[in-house]
């Protein structure tokens, strides 16, 4: 399955996910931190598999420019603007430690991205 595919696809299921209500979802309490280790996982997967991508496609911009622009874009925005618009759904409220879990695992998503060893010269 090609990347874009893939990465469009997960990006689809995290937003039904995160902009499905509340009451939608059976309460499931497997361990104390569920909610938070949910979170990060969604936006590490979400992050490693949209970066490449991006990265790629920024040609005519500087090294460290394409680097933060990616960071930015694909990391952090959509954790941001996800936990953003709960604040519209029935059941379901924006939480601070929820956006910062968001931008961790899109942090650690991209970073770990950018340092396998086929990718070490991506952005030269």
Known sequence: MPRLLLAVLWLSLCCLAMLTPGSAFPEINAFDFQDKAIHFICFFIQSYLWVGLG????????????????????????GILLESAQNIIPNRTFDWVDLSVNAIGGIFGFFIYLYRPYCKFILD
Not at 59 to 77: D, E, H, I, N, T
């Open 55 to 78: 990265i790629k496609k920024m040609v005519g911009m500087g090294k460290k420019m394409r680097f933060l622009v990616s960071l930015l874009v694909f990391a952090l925005l959509p």
